[in-house]
């Protein structure tokens, strides 16, 4: 008996009860647009996975930047499981509309985002950086399609005059 029969007949039987909205309310409700999941939740994690490992130059020399401590580690892990949560708050219906390149891209976000907390979790500086271009190349694939002004996920916005002028050596 499917949900709707059922429902049909606690109406028939409970008529007071039960007939008054037989509609279910969604199940998952959106709190932020698009751009504030983005920008609130998305970036910020993506932000800490991607500067807990990497290499700075100046004039006294190369500096390794990597997580030292038990809970850098775990700061960096915590961030990959955002990232990979976030996947699926992108699935919501409201965002999702049924469009078949963000929905895998999206799923994409929840598999990178996984493999980014296995990197984190094997404390391999190396791995952390390799996952971190992974998840690079998932938010620009989804950018490409539908936020062609933010290809650049980590980019200032259009126009923003402490953008480089690539011309410029
Ligand atoms: C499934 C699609 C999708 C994925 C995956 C995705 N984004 Fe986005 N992103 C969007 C869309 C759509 C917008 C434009 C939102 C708007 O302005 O309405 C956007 C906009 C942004 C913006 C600009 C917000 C602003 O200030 O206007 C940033 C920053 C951003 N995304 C970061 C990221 C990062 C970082 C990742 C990867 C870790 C990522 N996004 C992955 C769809 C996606």
């Avoid at 990959?80 to 469009?99: I, K, T």
């Avoid at 976000?109 to 190396?126: H, L, N, T």
């Avoid at 062609?148 to 923003?160: K, M, S, V």
Wanted: hydrophobic fraction near 45%.
């Amino acid at each position: 008996m499917r949900l709707n029969d059922v429902r049909l007949l606690a109406c028939l039987l409970l008529p007071l009860a039960a007939c008054a909205d037989t509609r279910e309310p969604p199940a998952f409700v959106a709190a932020a647009d698009s751009r504030q999941l983005m920008v609130s939740v998305i970036e910020p994690a993506a932000e800490a996975y991607w500067d807990a490992v990497g290499v700075i130059m100046d004039e006294e020399g190369t500096h390794e930047i990597e997580p030292r401590t038990p809970e850098e580690w775990a700061a960096v892990e915590n961030a990959a499981w955002v990232l990979a949560e976030s996947g699926n708050l992108l699935l919501l219906e409201d965002r999702a509309q049924g469009r078949g390149h963000w929905i895998a891209m999206s799923r994409s976000m929840i598999e990178v985002g996984r493999r980014a907390v296995d990197a984190a979790a094997s404390k391999d500086p190396q791995a952390v950086f390799d996952m971190g271009a992974e998840v690079y190349f998932v938010c620009t694939g989804c950018h490409a399609v539908y936020a062609t002004e933010t290809l650049r996920p980590n980019a200032l916005p259009a126009g923003d005059p402490r953008t480089p002028d690539p011309r410029r050596p």
